[in-house]
């Protein structure tokens, strides 16, 4: 069976009947929403969407202590390190139960909408503050893009939760990297919210202990450790998404600039259109997200635009919390590069095959991005481990691209 093929999410296994009725009830009471949201959603999101955003931020800005931290500056959390471990242990567990060997996938960031060609071009003329590392100079990298839906099942597009990730792999990136894994490329990673779903790894840790059991809803409905505002900023982000390539992607961590400042990254979407979403109210097509990247890339090539945020202040844009939204009337985002996806057909088997042979780590950095806070500590260390035991159970050896490689 084809790993990647669309099927139903699995019903929640918490060991209690009642707890499972209501995950599994609000589960379809969201998955019903999906089938309205086109329709309420840009009105929403026109009028709403950003003042309730500001508004949430507040509310988590409000139970945060000042931590007292410098531009740039991390600091270790408590327990960090076991944190991970049970992160890592709950991926484990997931992954035997979803998956056979030969046909494993992803823990997160699972459905593979498509690997796509693409160029780098960074901008001539950016600020003196902004050429650092791969934006040092104008210049143009080949790149491998992978679009893809939420994880950790592999469903009907209308059937996930709303959020789509881009992970880019930037190839014939110069200089020393922070994990010798590749030499030459520089990966780059985004989500269509701007913020994480949890704040931190001792969080991740709860949400992906209630992800084995398949009722991630109680992480967010949790009397003893609640995450309403979590929920409340990620339900305002998360939609019934028309392409890939029509959503904007954040990197919701930050990363250095060169030494002594700290970024966070963007992908935007350069065209307004919306690609009508077929069969509305009804059910679309399992994998309609994917046919429209396929229509696109028939017409042309399709731009993003790359923007960076510097973070200006330590408190209110924080490396060690990735539940807060970094406000632009602080830091605007300014554009460095783009992201075009060239003119292409992808959806071959081969290719798609493809993605499963590539690594996507954002320790794969020269050390002016190196990654910045808990999340992306933890991030080395559950990519690696995690890939290696996907690459294993698949029989598919760890390949570091090029750019240059063909399919059938």
Known sequence: MNSNASRPVPPANTGSALRNWVSDTLLRLIQAERRIDPFIRPAFDAVLRDPLARLTTALINAQRSNEDLKIAEERLLPGEEEFIDSIIESFRQQSARLWKPGGVERGGNTKTQGIVRAEFIVHEGLPEKMRRGIFAQPKTYKAWVRFSGPGPYVTPDIDDVGFMSISVKLMGVPGPKLMDEEAFTQDMFGVSTPTFVTPDVRANAQLQIESVKNAQIFYFLNLH?????????????????????????????????????AMQYSFWPKDNKRTPIPRLPLRPPDDYLRNAMVASLQAGAVDLDVRVQLQTDAHLMPIENAAVLWPERLSPRVSVATL??????????????????????PWHSIAEHRPLGNQSRARGRMYFTLSQLRHQMNAVPHFEPTGDETFD
């Open 225 to 261: 450790r609640p995450h309403l505002l979590d929920a409340i900023m990620q339900g305002l982000w998360t939609k019934t998404q028309s392409s890939p390539f029509e959503a904007p992607y954040f990197s919701c961590v930050p990363y250095l600039l060169g030494e002594g400042q």
């Open 340 to 361: 075009r996806i060239l003119r292409q057909t992808f959806d071959s088997p081969a290719q798609m095959e493809f993605a499963k042979r590539l690594s996507y780590n």
